[in-house]
């Protein structure tokens, strides 16, 4: 009788909270007008994702001076692109508690041209995650709660982003190890920055979070973002809670976000730009975008982020007061594709 009253609890409780493995409950909150967002994952069910983070810089030496005329000969634009596909296999699923997941990036693509417009043909440090694996525990309100593994694999990356056999000191080549981050250390985190989310949540409902703000230079910016319920679709694949988005400057960066190259000491960026410009000022950041979450299976199913920063730089040594400003365009998007 005890063993069949366990049994029961816990059945009970895996439906109430939603927990791994409930993708065909039906997750509506006691109080009505809400809904449970919860993330959710079914033993030896891999769910396979696209990631494509892309930026366009765009340098402008004196924008003072700039006009629609001069605008070719003052104006540098630098491109990358990381695309990655990571699948999501669930190891161990707890009703009581987080599920242990492993990812592993099956391919990853980088592509960047300087801002001279000549393809960079040098490995990005990032290429070196082809292949490998991380695990991560993370609970039902889509926060991770272990992330040891995935931080150790980052700070590999950011050591073999420093060139080898050079006699100059540290230089460190361009990565896009900030843009993995982006899409990694975040997972999920509209659903788990949700304040008291196991009382539901409602169409028009706003809360707030914060995410990273990968850049071509080693400068750590976090955005504010301010997510909203926006209305629930019905579809064929389920209830799709879409969820906008906003963005703004953030004051500080949490404490505990990763720091690719802690431990390197002092290092130089490669290159004409990046290497030589100093004292970078946010002037303003702005943007929008929009995530598709499944309710009725617990999953994300596709999300996109458009944003753009202006920032002011200077010289290590005075320039007749030229202060070049930087304008980076980002997009940042995944689409489940399994």
């Not at 895996?14 to 009505?32: D, F, H, Q, R, V």
């Not at 000969?73 to 990358?80: K, N």
């Not at 949490?254 to 030589?276: K, M, V």
């Not at 979450?293 to 202006?310: A, K, L, M, S, V």
Request: charge should be positive; aromatic fraction near 6%; glycine fraction near 8%.
């Amino acid at each position: 009788m005890k063993t069949a009253l366990t049994i029961i609890t816990i059945l009970a409780l895996s439906i109430l909270t939603g927990c791994n493995g409930s993708a065909g409950a039906k997750k509506t909150s006691a109080e009505e007008g809400k809904v449970l967002l919860t993330v959710d994952f079914q033993q030896g069910r891999k769910l396979r994702y696209k990631f494509i983070s892309s930026r366009t810089v765009e340098v402008d030496s004196d924008p003072a001076k700039s006009t629609a005329k001069s605008r070719k000969s003052t104006v540098g634009h630098l491109r990358e692109s990381l695309e990655m596909v990571i699948a999501y296999t669930p190891i161990e699923i707890d009703p009581l508690g987080p599920a242990i997941i492993k990812a592993t990036c099956e391919s990853v693509k980088v592509q960047r041209t300087s801002l001279t417009g000549k393809q960079n043909t040098r490995k990005d440090a990032v290429k070196n995650l082809a292949g490998r694996t991380f695990t991560f525990t993370v609970n039902a309100n889509g926060k991770i709660e272990d992330r040891s593994e995935l931080n150790k694999l980052i700070r590999e990356m950011g050591k073999k982003a420093f060139r080898t056999k050079n006699k100059k000191g540290k230089i460190k080549e361009p990565d896009m190890i900030g843009d993995f981050i982006a899409t990694q250390w975040f997972l999920w985190d509209s659903i788990s920055s949700i304040e008291k989310a196991s009382k539901g949540i409602r169409v028009g409902q706003s809360w707030k979070s914060k995410l990273s703000v990968p850049n071509p230079m080693v400068l750590p910016k976090a955005r504010e973002v301010t997510y909203k319920l926006d209305e629930i679709r019905q579809t064929e694949k389920g209830r799709l809670a879409v969820i906008n988005s906003s963005y703004c400057p953030a004051e500080t960066v949490p404490s505990g976000w990763p720091n690719p190259y802690h431990g390197c000491g002092r290092f130089q960026l490669a290159g004409s730009i990046f290497g030589i410009l100093r004292n970078y000022k946010v002037l303003s950041l702005q943007g929008r975008g929009e995530e598709l979450f499944n309710i009725d299976t617990g999953r994300i199913e596709q999300y996109e982020q458009n944003y753009q920063t202006q920032l002011d730089a200077s010289f290590p040594l005075p320039l007749g007061g030229v202060n070049p400003r930087i304008t980076i365009k980002q997009k940042i998007k995944s689409e489940l594709v399994n």
